[in-house]
């Protein structure tokens, strides 16, 4: 089992930056792809990047690309998201989630533990 802990989000302003981080405990770190996901009120929760065990893939959805990077330490069990040029549109609650095997995922079914959210809000 793996235990995720958001971290690092905040307020911001348009065109700003954040970097959040997700920290994991449990079995092997390293042995997992890694995902961010985004939610709003009234809406299905949303992919927004994986990287996979080794960080030798990354996949990104079509509105953060250029802006977000994904990154992990597997010394440290933690995965990152970098977010720069933030728009209004990207304010959610990002979850960080974790499948155990080798992949891009980027349905939210498809993982299999989850953490508890962080909230990023970005004004205008």
């Known amino acids: 089992q793996v235990q995720l802990v958001e971290s690092g989000g905040g307020l911001a302003q348009a065109g700003g930056s954040l970097r959040l981080s997700c920290a994991a405990s449990?079995?092997?770190?390293?042995?997992?792809?890694m995902g961010w996901f985004r939610q709003t009120p009234g809406k299905e929760r949303e992919f927004v990047a994986a990287?996979?065990?080794?960080?030798?893939?990354?996949g990104y959805t079509d509105s953060v690309k250029g802006r977000f990077t994904v990154s992990r330490d597997n010394i440290k069990n933690t995965m990152y998201l970098q977010m720069n040029s933030l728009k209004p549109d990207d304010t959610a609650v990002y979850y960080c989630?974790?499948?155990?095997?080798?992949?891009?995922?980027?349905?939210?079914?498809?993982?299999?533990?989850w953490g508890q959210g962080t909230q990023v809000t970005v004004s205008s």
């Open positions: 989630a974790a499948k155990g095997s080798y992949a891009i995922y980027d349905k939210d079914y498809q993982y299999d533990y």
């Open positions: 449990g079995r092997a770190f390293s042995q997992y792809t």
């Open positions: 990287i996979t065990s080794n960080g030798d893939r990354r």
